[in-house]
């Protein structure tokens, strides 16, 4: 299932841990034994991987965000959508499956490569600057362009394959039994991608295993026995497939493919090193003597000679509020100058923590190479002491005091980035300070013009900040930096003039004349008119309204078109949203048509509100864990594993039932009743622990708890869309445009899900409210299948 | 190349024809009549023709009836006091610190803009300020600032409301300068200049695809208008903001340098200011400090006297040499004058003549 890459992706990364899978296996045990399901095991396997490489690589290329990823996710599961459903309408004219099966396989194999390769060059070939972020016009084309082919056609298989597989008697039982096979095909890929191939293998490498796989399936797996009989055209094309893959790989045809993609991708710089990391890419590259780390395409630092007045001015000015700073955190974003400035402070020790080793493996390989300070001081200083590990996490888990925090992330932009600028968070960060402790951060400003979108932005979190710490200065610029203490905290131009030059470090742009720039009045009071209008909202764990204030400032240069959506949502009350949720007993009035008709509607409802409703659930889930636990990759893993789990144990029980139920429309009643229950009962735990109601052992159990949620909602999910199918048949006999037409209903569900979900509806209403719109969704569905049922 | 621009222009011009909200309106200086209530823009080389309720490329002129109106007079949306060194100008009143003073829009959509909060808006998507050229002038004897610098987004496209602060400006004493891109059209220039006192222009790149492709200009208008400086003899400052990978090839300054060697002279103070990732180029890496200078390198080879580097706090060539005795007379660090030794415009140390604004 497509939108299960978002999932993945969402999560940064892949997914799944091992034993998991054994039981879903040898359930399904039987089905294995016949090969064509192998083949349908490596279709699901071969979509996932392609679905995962290609965003990364897009995402890249695009440099992008939320909302860039929004759009090509898009496009991918309208392209698949497209393909199934176009499947299922062609489908009596194509006269030869099996060699259609086998063509659009191959197809996929050499079309995922190719892929790979145009994302990395379509820049540099329709001479783009490299380093421009693209309007969403074309970010919509090229992307659609560069995966139409795989998506379409892998969409086009999952039809395809339901017919191979059908049974004339129980037609929806084909269905149940691909659904399932691809699951574990999905399951297979997360796990493979996480542990074996992102770690050691680029994507160009990565493309050409998937297609030998794949072609190894067409020559080996799929109808075998049938080789005698066939065409040799067919064959020798299944041969020639298998032999120039493997050749490709053998020879390191792949290796050369992808140095030569990357130096055009990165054209005018000399790579030194590219590495692949479950958070993402990270690539070293040299300019003249600059050497540039980039993460995900952004510069993440650069050495020699960073940024020198951001790194002065970001460390030294709030540490002129402390006395004598001698320990100070730093919240990634350390490396190439920050650190260094700390390092001038003779007593001052350092923890810092990044989340993704690739970072600092990278920067440990560079310092091998060439010394570049402020590099090299950084990564040999014995006072620096680096912990590879969530922030949050790292602060909720030390004994440490601090006069000084830095959070050196730059945008609350996600869900993820933003449990370090709630009001939780803080709290914890003040139980970890000393006396006269700081925290500092910085985000987006002006000195010029504060739009409405920086204005909300640094408004909600100088009001989270001031719920917090009795004193909060805002220091305007470029960047606006905010330190807060529960120390009084006085702009004494004079005072920290002296303990400037008290402190005799050697600045090359920190003078008292510069800080009295800084700190001139004329900005403060200029500032604080601004933001004399401001809302003053407060940015919490479950309610991280930030996130959604930080995509609409992203929003307004990267897309400025889309600028009416934010405010629409902005300003839209919640029971408006509500009754938006309703919007599916808008098929009420329906229920006079025939019953086949209604039924049908209802039913795509029911598949395409589960694939929102799961999106939601599990990003749920993804939150309330990051919250209370932190970033743990393993468990995001283990999340995404159970779900997936859950779905294939559903849509195996379900199917195996199938054949013999004799009230499928009860039965898919039921599974919506559990899921409201479900929603229900999720931000009722979250509540109960969130309040601390729970004895203290509760605390342990809950992220138990959490799994278990995902694993019931995915069974849920996965039960759910073999009825759905039996009782589409049950209308209208044609087993392939039921399957396609429904599973572009789940995928379509399902990206909704994840866009609506972590940029509007969880940042704009809170996780209750927002289980409550869902709620209303599955609601009205419950209702049009009682309507369903009555008119039986 | 050109074909992009004219789409640009046109799109933009067609998508502008919906209602404008009420503003107080200042008949445009420069723009001719033509059939059906249209009229032609002659501000700057755009040239844009409009139709009536249409609005020019900069998203601030408006055809109303036949009648070309600027939507910005006496309007800022930004009005701060910085130093003069941040503009940069580093050869007018060193130490000194500037009124500045910006509208919403522009004539180009350079996708490193600094200032695109203001710059890439139009006037009534932000909040702005009532202030005509009398209260301007006003506020800017009240901060006791001897400078009101039209700057941030760009000048020309406010043109009547700079010309008639600055004709005011001058009649009170102060001084005006215009931190501009230069692409203005020669007529509209030609008036303005008597009244200012120096004019800093961003000369983007030498390469008349980059000006199409990434700032939706042209090069050839923007060396016009730096002839134009010259044979006007006002003092002028050139920025050139060296962008990795898009404009810092060593041919094309090398070039750039000959050229302004040939048509501007050798006194013309020439800036290579670092890039620091913005706006729709946020990928691209801060320039290498060495690519900077190299490009100081090739200037200096080219003759100039007078080339710095910019945006590398505590760099020597942020500072001025004279090129008579070598001597470092002005000292700069940061936005700072640490040290100053230049008397009545000439060098302290030998008496050299250092061109610019001085007292």
């Not at chain 1, 600045?507 to 403060?524: G, N, V």
Request: charged share 15%; hydrophobic share 45%; proline share 5%.
């Amino acid at each position: 299932m497509s939108y299960r890459a978002v999932f993945c992706l969402s999560a940064k990364g892949g997914s799944a841990s091992g034993g998991l899978f054994i039981f879903p296996f040898l359930l399904y045990n039987k089905i294995m034994n016949k090969k064509l399901n192998w083949s349908l095991l490596i279709i699901g396997f071969s979509g996932m991987v392609a679905q995962i490489i290609l965003l990364r690589e897009l995402l890249i290329v695009y440099l992008g965000n939320e909302l860039s990823l929004g759009i090509i996710l898009g496009n991918w599961l309208i392209c698949e959508a497209a393909g199934a459903f176009l499947a299922g309408q062609l489908m009596k004219k194509i006269t030869r499956k099996h060699e259609a099966f086998i063509y659009l396989q191959l197809l996929f194999s050499a079309v995922f490569p190719f892929s790979v390769i145009s994302i990395r060059l379509f820049k540099s070939v329709l001479h783009m600057n490299p380093g421009e972020i693209l309007g969403p016009g074309t970010v919509f084309l090229s992307s659609l362009a560069l995966i139409i082919l795989p998506s379409f056609i892998h969409g086009f298989l999952f039809t395809l394959s339901c017919k191979m597989k059908e049974k004339k008697d129980e037609p929806a039982s084909s269905i149940g039994n691909v659904y399932v096979l691809e699951t574990l095909g999905n399951i297979t890929a997360a796990l493979l991608l996480t542990y074996l191939l992102i770690p050691r293998f680029h994507s160009v490498d990565i493309a050409f295993i998937t297609s030998l796989i794949i072609s190894f399936s067409c020559l080996f797996l799929v109808f075998p026995e049938s080789i005698a009989n066939q065409r040799p055209a067919l064959f020798a094309v299944r041969l020639f497939f298998f032999l120039l893959f493997l050749s490709i790989l053998l020879l390191r045809g792949s290796e050369t493919l992808h140095r030569f993609s990357i130096e055009k991708q990165w054209e005018g710089q000399k790579i030194l090193s590219y590495e692949n990391s479950v958070y993402g890419n990270i690539v070293s590259a040299q300019m003249e003597e600059q050497v540039i780390v980039y993460s995900n395409a952004h510069p993440a630092f650069i050495s020699p000679f960073p940024d020198i007045e951001s790194c002065e001015e970001i460390i030294h000015i709030p540490l002129l509020f402390h006395p004598d700073p001698q320990d100070a955190m730093i919240i990634s974003g350390g490396l190439g100058g920050f650190l260094r400035e700390l390092l001038h402070y003779p007593k001052m020790n350092i923890d810092y923590t990044e989340l993704d080793p690739a970072i600092i493996k990278t920067a440990f390989q560079i310092d091998k190479r060439k010394r570049l300070d402020p590099l090299h001081s950084e990564l040999n200083s014995e006072r620096i002491h680096y912990h590879l590990v969530d922030g949050r996490l790292f602060l909720n888990e030390t004994s440490s005091l601090y006069d000084a925090v830095f959070i050196r992330v730059s945008l609350p932009a996600e869900l993820q980035t933003n449990r370090l600028f709630t009001k939780e968070f803080f709290l914890k960060a003040k139980s970890r300070m000393k006396k006269n402790g700081l925290l500092v951060l910085t985000l987006p400003g002006s000195l010029n013009y504060l739009t409405d979108p920086m204005k909300s932005l640094n408004g909600t979190i100088r009001s989270t900040l001031r719920s917090v710490f009795s004193s909060v200065v805002v220091i305007p610029g470029e960047t606006n930096i905010f330190v807060s203490s529960d120390n009084a905290l006085d702009i004494n131009l004079s005072r920290l003039q002296n303990r400037l030059e008290e402190r005799n470090i050697s600045h090359q742009i920190l003078t008292p004349f510069h800080l009295s720039l800084k700190l001139d009045p004329i900005y403060q009071e200029w500032f604080n008119s601004e933001m004399k209008k401001v809302p003053e909202k407060i940015n919490r764990d479950l309610h991280p309204v930030s996130v959604f204030q930080s995509q609409s400032y992203l929003n307004s240069f990267f897309y400025p078109g889309r600028k009416n959506i934010f405010s629409w949502f902005k300003n839209i009350s919640f029971v408006k949203i509500l009754s938006l949720f309703f919007l599916p007993l808008a098929l009420l009035p329906f229920a006079i048509l025939p019953q086949r008709i209604y039924s049908r509607g209802v039913i795509s409802a029911a598949v395409f509100s589960t694939g929102l409703a799961s999106m939601f659930f599990n990003m749920a889930i993804m939150l309330l864990f990051q919250i209370f636990y932190g970033y743990i990759y393993s468990w995001i893993s283990l999340f995404i594993a159970f779900f997936m789990a859950g779905i294939s144990l559903g849509g195996a029980v379900s199917t195996r039932k199938i054949t013999d139920m004799k009230n499928p429309q009860r039965a898919i009643s039921f599974i919506q009743y559990c899921m409201l229950l479900m929603l229900l009962a999720l931000p009722a735990a979250a509540y109960a622990f969130n309040a601390s109601v729970l004895p203290s052992f509760a605390h342990l159990l809950f992220r138990y708890i959490l799994l278990a949620f995902s694993l019931v909602f995915g069974f849920l999910q996965g039960y759910e869309f073999p009825l759905a199918s039996k009782i589409y048949t049950l209308t209208r006999r044609e087993m392939e445009k039921t399957a396609g037409f429904l599973y572009a209903c789940d995928l379509m569900g399902g990206f909704i899900g994840g866009i609506l979900s972590t940029i509007f509806l969880i940042p704009l209403f809170g996780l209750f409210q927002s289980c409550s719109a869902i709620f209303a969704l599955k609601s009205a569905v419950v209702i049009l299948l009682l309507f369903a049922q009555k008119n039986r | 190349m050109r074909k992009t621009v004219a789409v640009q222009i046109l799109l933009f011009i067609l998508l502008s024809s919906l209602p404008s909200p009420a503003f107080p309106e200042q008949e445009a200086l420069f723009y001719k009549k033509r059939d059906n209530d249209e009229v032609q823009c002659e501000l700057c080389p755009h040239r844009c023709m409009l139709s009536d309720g249409q609005r020019g490329f900069c998203r601030v002129r408006l055809n109303r009836n036949g009648v070309l109106y600027s939507l910005v007079f006496g309007q800022p949306c930004s009005v701060n006091v910085g130093p003069i060194e941040k503009a940069p100008f580093y050869h007018f009143l060193p130490g000194s610190k500037r009124l500045c003073v910006a509208t919403a829009g522009c004539n180009m959509r350079c996708t490193y803009c600094q200032n695109w909060e203001i710059s890439q808006t139009s006037p009534e998507d932000i909040r702005s300020y009532d202030l005509p050229p009398e209260k301007l002038v006003e506020k800017a004897k009240s901060f006791g600032v001897p400078t009101i610098c039209f700057t941030y987004s760009e000048p020309i496209i406010f043109y009547e409301y700079m010309y008639a602060t600055s004709k005011l400006a001058l009649s009170e004493g102060l001084k005006t300068t215009m931190v501009s891109n230069g692409f203005i059209n020669q007529e509209p220039m030609k008036k303005l200049l008597p009244y200012m006192s120096a004019v800093k222009i961003d000369l983007k790149s030498f390469s008349e695809s980059f000006y199409q492709d990434v700032c939706a200009g042209r090069l050839e208008n923007v060396l016009e208008t730096l002839r134009l400086l010259k044979k006007e003899g006002k003092h002028f400052e050139i920025v050139v903001l060296v962008i990795p990978t898009l404009n810092d090839s060593s041919m094309e300054i090398l070039k750039m340098c000959q050229w302004i060697h040939e048509n501007l002279g050798d006194d013309v103070p020439l800036h290579f200011t670092r890039f620091v990732p913005a706006y729709k180029l946020t990928s691209l890496p801060m320039t290498p400090v060495q690519t900077l200078e190299k490009a100081h390198s090739l200037a200096k080879g080219c003759g100039l006297n007078y080339v710095y580097i910019g945006n590398v706090p505590g760099h020597m060539f942020n500072s001025t040499y004279c090129p008579s005795c070598k001597k470092r007379i002005v000292h700069r660090s940061g936005y700072e004058i640490k040290e100053l030794h230049i008397k009545k415009g000439k060098c302290a140390f030998c008496g050299y003549d250092i061109p610019g604004v001085w007292e």
